[in-house]
């Protein structure tokens, strides 16, 4: 007899400026969900980093992204469906999440360069500063067919990326082995 999967915890990913935050909170609160942003569960030596504008790297980010992992066993334990907005940049990072947690579901916004640098530089009193995207974009590793992970091109509003993340959602719940294309 296979074990019950726990309810699903939405992993919203890409970049910096993709949209990442605004998505997941409008998501979850869309469908009545917890939501977590990935930025509050960075150390005080990851945000002194980026305050200092210095690229995070792979030292910094694994413990931030175990941080993450607890988080979604946590809400698992309480048997709460999940939104959390995660850059997750690299497939090694995503598998991380997904490591032993069958219910994570992840969302990658994909946004073109323009889009995304306006972005940066528009929003103020953001610790990722808009100098820094380079980085990101430089150890970025989109999703690849093989990872079941929803493309969405973050073009349209917000509310029109999370209508195609819900109905994403509701068309794996009736076909498990659905992968959005």
């Not at 931030?64 to 607890?70: A, C, N, S, V």
């Not at 990722?128 to 493309?151: C, I, K, N, R, Y």
């Not at 994403?168 to 294309?181: F, M, S, T, V």
């Amino acid at each position: 007899m296979a074990l019950p999967v726990p309810p699903p915890v939405v992993v919203i990913t890409g970049v910096a400026g993709s949209g990442k935050s605004t998505v997941g909170t409008l998501l979850a609160e869309r469908l009545d969900w917890d939501f977590a942003d990935g930025d509050t569960f960075h150390s005080a030596a990851n945000l002194a980093k980026m305050a200092a504008r210095k690229p995070l790297d792979d030292a910094d980010r694994l413990p931030w992204l175990d941080e993450i992992g607890r988080w979604i066993d946590e809400e698992s334990d309480d048997e709460r469906p999940a939104v959390v907005a995660c850059s997750a940049l690299k497939r090694a990072y995503r598998d991380r999440l997904r490591r032993g947690r069958p219910q994570v579901r992840m969302v990658y916004l994909v946004v073109d360069l323009k889009t995304l640098h306006q972005r940066m530089t528009d929003r103020h009193g953001h610790m990722f500063h808009a100098d820094m995207l380079g980085s990101q974009l430089a150890v970025l590793e989109p999703p690849t067919p093989q990872e079941d992970v929803l493309m969405i091109k973050s073009a349209g509003t917000p509310e029109l990326t999370v209508d195609q993340i819900i109905v994403w959602e509701q068309l794996r719940a009736y076909l498990p082995h659905y992968d959005g294309r």
